[in-house]
């Protein structure tokens, strides 16, 4: 086994983060023996011309640190024998597949064995035929934007790659979105704000500067790098720096896996985003070697990547020499509201650490800690935990409700067109939608097919229930009720049922209908009955106002959950739930707080309905009736805050949508082509969550997850 090299003094650790800030590219060249850094750039890709200038700053970061760089793009270079003289190899926007199998064994081996990797910006668009080669980089490329400014978040202000760094740090690079989120696998460094540019896909968790072990070796990875102008900027220059020294084990640093990211538990308190007061501190017995220090009356620190929704308690690693004092959990800001606070008391040194906690009320947005206490030095805080519920992670939500149709047909399928063709359309190009399926014009009969790619799409929304639209016994959607719940049952998803207003229909024959699919389909595995209100099933009635009375209702009561459609509590004597349906309301949500305050006082559920939008101008020609865009996701968000926000939406018990599917209506959250058949003036899902061509074709699915797993936190908090 090749012996690490690692030269952890603190005198040079002390020398290597002082020097950092002298002058670009110079730092102590006390901090560490002479060393050697091979250099590979070897492309079969995208050429960047950026190389020839960070091969020259790494050999002028090499001049000044005592490490001397070797440059090559002869892959011969990779022998177990060549690499033994080298304490890190760097690839430095390396492109495609640039090692045979032999040269990839030998850097497996090197690096396993001890040895140093630092990818620099392409280096993760490498080696796709290699699957050790994503563990070693971290993450594989997948796509990225337009070259322009974004913010970025530090996460770490102890490694040397970072300590430098403020909390944020604005710069123009090429911003590379992966294949896939390495956080839980990797320390990340810096991540990316995706709200201060466009074309972030992470789903608002963006690592894109990160380290880890690998093996008995060292991996440090940075996305930046893409413009020749990086490698002349000295925050830059000391962030490759850093990486360098880490990697070649010149320098300490905690890379150890994981870390908070949105939903994560615990962090180095040190590894804050954002302070007023505070610095980090050396402390040889803390985790990590250090702690958040220098803690005085009024100062705080923020930590972006803590969420405190869905958290129920605080604990924290603490000693104090000081006067001792208390933390103040807030959310959101360092002023925001107060969810709980934990007393410090003196410890008998700064040594001596003790554990803190306190309970904690809701809270939504990230966590803050203010510090209060006497005249100087209060206490010293190692590392922090919240303590949450698990919400959704493996099944989704049975408290999330999607509206689902099975009302479509093609000629191969149920024999001619259904549905499609509304508005005077003539299919497969020409839908009655403003927007395309991804699967194109589909068949609901086509079960193993377009249904089974359904529920995969909503087992990824995070909803667990379908509401299935219903318009009669013996009618086509009743027909092939049974198979798609077959292919619900396969993914974990259950159905309740929308009781459409089909010829004929009134409240005895709902209560008619209620004990036929009661009886049809009750014992199979997906037949939803909701286990918090007595194991019912779920009946909604759409435009239940066009019958007057209901009283029929009252033989179901016990069995069945029925839902009407209005806000008019004065309309909803009988039944035993009220939602809303409407996809443009839920953005002033009329009605709903009354609405929610009435079901709880009298005992019903409150299902109030939320979507991303609505347009039928082509399913409707010449409508003229009310529509709401989707404004890139943010009209879907709005909708979702208004639903879970007491104030507003009166604490629903479910949060139904509308809809997965209803493509006349524009409603849907089902996939939609991002390359629709031109000319037909197709809208797509371009630029929702900043997500472009067909990473955004799931983006409401996603998004649907994110507010599904709120809205579960927000239920375990109401207890």
Known sequence: MRRSRVRRLACAVALTLGAAFLSPGVQSAAAADPYQVLVFSKTAGFRHDSIPAGITALQQLGAANAFTVTATEDATAFTPANLAGYEAVVFLSTTGDVLNGTQQSALKGYVDGGGGFVGVHAAADTEYDWPEYEDLVGAWFRSHPAIHEARLTTEDHVHPATAHLDDTWTRTDEWYNYRSNPRSDVHVLQSLDESSYSGGEMGGDHPITWCHQQQEGRSFYTGLGHTIESFADPDFRQLLLGGVQYAAGAVEADCGAGGPGPGGDSAEAEAYTSSSGVQSAAHGSASGGAT????????????????????????????????????????????GPLLGSAYVAPTGG???????????????????????????????????????????????????????????????????????????????????????????????????????????????????????????????????????????????????????????????????????????????????????????????????????????????????????????TSKVDHFGGIYT??????????????????????????????????????????????????????????????????????????????????????????????????????????????????????????????WADRFEQQLRQRG
């Open 581 to 706: 349906y409407d996809g443009i309301a839920g953005a002033t949500a009329p009605g709903w707080k009354n609405a929610g305050d009435y079901a709880k006082a009298n005992g019903l559920v409150w299902a109030p309905s939320v979507a991303p939008g609505y347009l039928d101008d082509r399913a409707v020609p010449g409508n003229t009736t009310p529509t709401l865009g989707r404004a890139d996701g943010a009209s879907y968000d709005l909708e979702w805050n208004n639903a879970l926000d007491p104030a507003i939406g009166g604490n629903p018990t479910w949060v139904s949508v509308t809809s997965f599917n209803e493509w006349h209506e524009g409603s849907s959250i089902e996939p939609a082509s991002s390359s629709p058949p031109p000319g037909h003036g197709y809208e797509t899902y371009e630029g929702a969550y900043g997500k472009t061509g067909e990473a955004a074709e799931t983006a409401y699915l996603d998004r649907t997850a994110y």
């Open 350 to 568: 700064w040594e001596t650490f003790t554990e803190v906690t306190t309970t904690l009320t809701a809270g939504t947005g990230p966590l803050f800690l203010r510090f209060t206490g006497g005249a100087g030095a209060l206490f010293d805080i190692d590392r922090l935990t919240l303590t949450r519920a698990p919400a959704t992670e493996d099944e989704g939500s049975s408290n999330v409700h999607l509206f689902y149709y099975a009302w479509y047909g093609t000629p191969e399928g149920s024999g001619s067109w259904r549905h499609w063709q509304q508005g005077g359309h003539t299919p497969p190009d020409s839908i009655g939608a403003d927007l395309y399926p991804k699967l194109g014009p589909y068949d609901s009969g086509d079960i193993t097919g377009a249904v089974d790619q359904h529920m995969k799409w909503i087992q990824r929304s995070g909803a667990g229930v379908i509401v299935y639209s219903w318009w009669g016994q013996g009618g086509y959607e009743d027909s092939l009720a049974g198979d798609v719940m077959d292919a619900a049952a396969r993914h974990g998803i259950e159905v309740a049922w929308h009781i459409e207003p089909y010829s004929g229909r009134t409240a005895e024959s709902v209560v008619d209908d209620i004990a036929y699919l009661e009886g049809k389909f009750g014992d199979h595995p997906a037949f939803y009955r909701d286990a918090a209100n007595g194991d019912r099933n779920a009946y909604y009635v759409f435009e239940s106002l066009r019958i007057q009375d209901w009283s029929a209702l009252d033989a179901v009561k016990d069995t069945a959950i029925v839902l009407a459609q209005t806000t008019d």
């Open 292 to 335: 958040l220090g220098y803690i005085d009356h009024g100062d705080w620190a923020g930590y972006s990547a803590l969420d405190t929704a869905g958290a129920t308690a605080f604990t924290a690693r603490v000693s104090s020499a000081g006067a001792g004092g208390t933390i103040e959990v807030r959310s959101g800001s360092a002023t």
